[in-house]
């Protein structure tokens, strides 16, 4: 028997495009280097790959800088796909370029409508429910219209808060496995993840919580070894990945993946 939550057969990304220079970021911390983005790509999707699934590898937009984060645009769940509605107006048009690629992949998908707003990156799959993280991309009636179509599929839905200053939910915290999860302390502390095992990431090492369970492997960011060493410990297959360009974009492991 399959977990659903982390043990997949399909994955969607696609490339960076050299538009990647104007994409959104809460602070500017620096340009990102194209090439370096492109190779840290190819090793991620080498690494999904390596685990036997299928990669749909969709060409860039150069009309849409931070088209790369493509988890943003839709939920995709065992019965069907959700296209997202995002809260930056700038990456609306993404989800129009996503539509076709998931109406391949599934007879059912649906679609947020608005007004509300919410993106996937503020969406964490686990095995008993759905939490959705309010924010600055992602608000109540966006929530409260996903609520209702993930119903229709068997699915509850549990509106969270993420911490202020922090972009997405899964900035925060990501799935290991059906009854754990990594985060961050900040985000343990409200109380979102009663009921789960929770393993908290390193000091200084925050950015770690964004991170990808993809069948028997871990894709987190590079650089942060105390985090690595605690997965390795927990007996975790680790994949270290560079992040230095997308994290100039505030993007991380989880954005960059439709998984499914």
């Not at 994955?11 to 994409?23: D, E, F, L, Q, Y």
Request: glycine fraction near 8%.
């Amino acid at each position: 028997m399959t977990n659903p939550t982390y043990e997949f057969t399909r994955a969607i990304t696609r490339r960076p495009a050299s538009s990647i220079t104007n994409g959104l970021r809460a602070e500017d911390i620096g340009t990102p280097d194209l090439d370096k983005m492109l190779a840290a790509h190819a090793d991620y999707v080498a690494a999904l790959k390596s685990t036997g699934a299928e990669v749909i590898e969709l060409p860039s937009l150069e009309a849409f800088p931070d088209a790369v984060f493509v988890e943003d645009t839709a939920l995709c769940l065992p019965k069907g796909a959700v296209l997202m509605r995002p809260g930056a107006p700038s990456r609306l048009g993404e989800v129009a370029e996503m539509a076709p690629i998931l109406r391949q992949c599934y007879d059912d998908v649906r679609e947020i409508t608005g007004p509300g707003f919410i993106e996937g990156g503020d969406i964490l799959v686990t095995d008993r429910e759905i939490l959705v993280g309010r924010s600055a991309r992602t608000d109540a009636a966006g929530v409260a219209e996903l609520a209702e179509i993930v119903s229709d599929w068997g699915h509850s839905l549990r509106e969270v808060f993420t911490p202020e200053g922090v972009l997405h939910f899964k900035t925060d915290c990501s799935l290991m496995d059906g009854e754990t999860i990594l985060a961050t302390k900040r985000l343990d502390a409200s109380g979102c993840f009663e009921g789960y095992r929770v393993l908290h990431v390193a000091e200084g090492e925050e950015a770690a919580a964004n991170a990808i369970r993809y069948n028997n492997l871990v894709l987190m960011a590079a650089d942060f070894p105390r985090t690595a060493d605690l997965l390795d410990r927990e007996g975790f297959e680790v994949v270290q990945i560079s992040n230095t360009e997308c994290a100039k974009l505030d993007g991380g492991m989880s954005c960059l993946s439709l998984r499914f």
